[in-house]
């Protein structure tokens, strides 16, 4: 990866090759792997586009023949080099630990539970 710094009205900015260059959204490659180690993916994504739009693309892609998949976007955990990704966040916003890697990203994909939620497990 490569990395140039460019000077604009008196402040530094860095900018990587496999970034966001001239306002140009970059394309991520993003494969989800599921509990049972089957993968969904992988697919190309907008940097623009939030956790919360990765997990709805999910919810409608899931394998219809495994059991207790889930029923929202509330249901689904994201995780990616170790760190729980927030709905609210785009994949540009989440850039350290997706885009330090050239290539297919996987994310490992967590069903929540109903029983834990309803506080009865």
């Known amino acids: 990866m490569t990395e140039k710094t460019e000077h604009t009205q008196g402040e530094v900015i860095r900018v990587h090759s496999s970034w966001k260059m001239s306002g140009v959204q970059e394309q991520l490659e993003i494969r989800f792997r599921l509990p049972n180690g089957s993968d969904i993916g992988p697919k190309k994504y907008s940097s623009a ?12 892609e899931w394998p219809k023949d495994l059991e207790n998949g889930p029923k929202t976007v509330n249901d689904l955990k994201l995780i990616n080099a170790g760190r729980i990704l927030e709905n609210n966040k785009t994949l540009a916003e989440c850039r350290s630990p997706i885009c330090d890697f050239i290539g297919v990203t996987t994310m490992h994909v967590v069903v929540r539970s109903t029983l834990v939620e309803r506080g009865t497990g």
């Open 49 to 60: 586009s939030t956790v919360a739009t990765l997990k709805e693309n999910i919810l409608g």
